[in-house]
């Protein structure tokens, strides 16, 4: 049952145009003039399908503009990054724009759903922005991804007639509508108490496993990160060296 997952080994570096989602030598100033702050120092990361990746470090230390970089959401200032093994860092914004929509879900800490639309349609929402399913496609895919996340009997419900934690499981379920092979989130559980942590954290690692998706999420909470396949430690603008995940604590001392 606690055998190693391929995930739970640190990869050898993939060649990028293999990768999901890679990045390479990325740097990063931000702010200007006396405020100019030197963020990410040369970051490589590879993330594997299939697998829970927990970027963890103290606040300031560069982790949320990593994910914007790794998201397509901000351009770095040398570096590159390679979604479905395509360079797209300093690409232009509609090769970045068809490659964010078609590989990448975000998950942030405050879900951002629209309080005058249902989970329904919340969760159709990046669907009817991508333009390639008709209504009732997408109506069924909106459903079927609420039924995973837990929802379906509330697809019909406000966005604000929603507990908090049902909000971000429809982030999660919003995050999938175009079945990106990426999800990014950042601290997707920061803003929940810790049994919605858990079922929010449970719900993304089953995603990862059982549906082949890269997840790549950022965390505070460290019961969580050490449950993910692999722990990277951000400081100062860069990757420590990486951590395996520890044992599972019911595994007997010295057990092969
Ligand atoms: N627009 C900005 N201008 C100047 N400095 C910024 C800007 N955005 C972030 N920073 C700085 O970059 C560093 C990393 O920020 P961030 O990636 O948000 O860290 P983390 O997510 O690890 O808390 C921090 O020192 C922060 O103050
Ligand atoms: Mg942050």
Sequence with gaps: MFGKTPCADKPPRPAVENSVLACRGLVRFLGRDENRTHVLKGVDFDATAGCTHAIVGPSGCGKSSLLYLLGLLDRPDSGEVFVA???LGQAGDDDRTKARNANL???????????????LENVMMPMRKRGRLGESEMAGRAVSLLDAVGLAEKAGRLATHLSGGEQQRVAIARALANEPPVLLADEPTGNLDARNSV???DLLSSLAHERGIAVVMVTHNNDLASRCDRVLRMLDGRFLDENPPPAPATQPMGAA
């Design 85 to 87: 093994g395509k360079s």
């Design 199 to 201: 079922i929010a954290f």
């Design 105 to 119: 879900g975000f998950v942030f800490q405050f879900h951002f759903l629209l309080p005058e639309f249902t989970a």
